[in-house]
């Protein structure tokens, strides 16, 4: 299997090349030069496979250069019971992202898939844990070290710290926002006392954090040398990671190939929805994909009207469901590269025209981009928008019908996919944190806190390890190089 870029770039490398990398060298992402296929018989033996198993088969369709015992050895170890143990008291954990029926009502069912047991209570510990196996795997190989330094406001660096933490080859250096995070996402992050974890305060907020990290990117020289690496979510392999779960979802809902079902997403960065997409495009019966945005509803535009407007930043607001807060969707171009049937000559005009005028319009008006907007019933996608008082009502509508306690993320899939829930197509919402993570919410719209899951209850008195640095570019290339010794 050969990956291409969106923007046509002519290298077709393979699995192991792109893993450790981030976007192709003209600036697109990476895809399979065509998405394998699943046939019926294989989805019927599939049924039968632990989740583990389930895993390994389809990384085996993507990572073709590795060899399949390993990749059996690296899901096993992944895709454990004792890694994704956070679940609720009433679930099984060696299902790993277990099922639960919410409601049954005229032919219509909608359904709840836990995504958030791992590590850090949040979907991100699906792909991310993988690949901190697979990171360690391949550096092993070929000797190699590897630092990754990143950004985070909240759940990608924890989940990515999470993931890196012991292993051989790889440091993590992780700037955060000095004082800015929650006490619960900052005591999760802080408290990992493993030697190649590195957490840093900036006395700034996240944008300070995001230009330092864009500054050392742009220093060719020092990246290379410090061998820096970066774990976002155009990752190719986290995306592969999360196309399991659908499948699980999919095997788990149903008996038989015949049956259809769709799943709702809440979405920011379209990496986990995208994953729903490639499932889909893999033959998996999936009938819809709907895009669930909060207050920051770039997507839910686009599906509405084919026009995609990226956000400024002084546009982008600061919900309650803040993974979501984003100003751009930066897996969106994959899901362009098919719809526009892989034309890469047109999607790195478009993708251009995102810099230069901040969006594209593919609504086929006159004066627009193009029609494409047309065939996005063909790929199944819809959408729907929350805001901040459908998502505390939607969080009390579930404690009360459901007696369960939801995220403010989930909160806006379940009032999405209400809108779109029809006989016969069971309705899965991907649930994508819990919500002990985001417990302010929760009080407000429950007057209570959040459960926490065992072993979570004192995280904030635990003894926190950080270094804390002003936002300057010169003092953190000093601390890296010296810590690295590169
Ligand atoms: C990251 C995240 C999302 C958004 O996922 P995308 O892949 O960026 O679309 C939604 N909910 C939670 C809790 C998240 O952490």
Redesign the pocket.
């Given at each position: 299997m050969r990956y291409q870029s969106t923007r046509g770039h002519p290298s077709a490398p393979g699995f192991s090349d792109i893993l450790l990398g981030g976007l192709a060298p003209d600036g697109g992402l990476y895809l399979p030069e065509r998405y394998p296929q699943v046939s019926g018989e294989e989805l019927n033996a599939w049924r039968k496979l632990s989740y583990a198993a389930l895993a390994a088969e389809i990384l085996k369709k993507f990572a073709t250069d590795i060899p399949p015992a390993d990749i059996d050895a690296l899901a096993a170890k992944t895709y454990t019971p004792q890694v994704y143990c956070n679940g609720r008291s009433d679930e099984d954990p060696t299902q790993i992202t277990p099922l639960r029926l919410l409601e049954e009502k005229s032919g219509r069912r909608l359904l709840l898939q836990s995504l958030s047991n791992g590590p850090t209570l949040?979907?991100?510990d699906m792909a991310m844990q993988l690949l901190g196996n697979l990171f360690e795997y391949t550096l092993q190989r070929q000797s190699g070290e590897l630092n990754i330094f990143g950004a985070t406001s909240g759940?990608?660096g924890s989940a990515a710290e999470y993931a890196m933490r012991g292993k051989q080859g790889i440091r993590v250096f992780m700037l955060s926002p000095h004082l800015k995070m929650s006490a619960f996402q900052t005591a999760q992050m802080f408290s990992l006392q493993d030697p190649n974890i590195f957490n840093i305060a900036v006395e700034g907020v996240f944008d300070d954090c995001q230009d330092m990290v864009k500054a050392v990117s742009n220093d060719l020289e020092f990246k290379a040398r410090q061998k820096i690496g970066t774990v976002n979510?155009i990752n190719w392999a986290r995306v592969v990671a999360q196309v399991v779960y659908y499948f699980r979802g999919y095997l788990a809902a149903t008996s038989d190939n015949q049956q259809q079902v769709s799943f709702t997403?809440?979405?920011?960065?379209?990496?986990?929805?995208c994953a729903g997409h490639i499932a889909r495009m893999m033959g998996l019966p999936i009938q819809k994909l709907i895009v669930a945005t909060n207050e920051n509803d770039v997507l839910h535009e686009f599906f509405q009207t084919g026009i995609y407007r990226v956000r400024k930043s002084a546009e982008t607001l600061h919900t309650s469901?803040p993974?979501?807060d984003?100003s751009k969707?930066s897996?969106f171009e994959r899901f362009v590269f098919d719809l526009l049937g892989g034309d890469s000559a047109r999607v790195a005009a478009l993708f251009k025209k995102v810099e230069t005028h901040g969006g594209f319009d593919l609504s086929g008006a006159p004066g627009s981009d193009g029609d494409e907007f047309a065939r996005v019933n063909e790929f199944g996608f819809a959408s729907g928008k929350s805001t901040h008082v459908d998502r505390l009502n939607t969080i009390r509508d579930a404690d009360t019908r459901y007696q369960l306690t939801i995220?403010t993320?989930t909160a806006d899939g379940v009032k999405v996919a209400r809108e779109h829930w029809v006989p016969e197509v069971p309705m899965i919402v991907l649930e994508?944190?819990l919500p002990a993570k985001f417990n302010e919410t929760i009080r407000e719209a429950l007057g209570r806190d959040a459960e926490r899951p065992a072993g979570f209850e004192n995280i904030e008195l635990l003894p926190q390890r950080f270094d804390v640095m002003a936002p300057d570019v010169a003092e953190i290339k000093r601390y890296i190089a010296q810590h690295t010794g590169l």
């Open positions: 949040a979907f991100k759940d990608t979510s997403v809440p979405s920011g960065n379209f990496g986990n929805i469901s993974s979501m984003i969707a897996n995220d993320h994508t944190a």
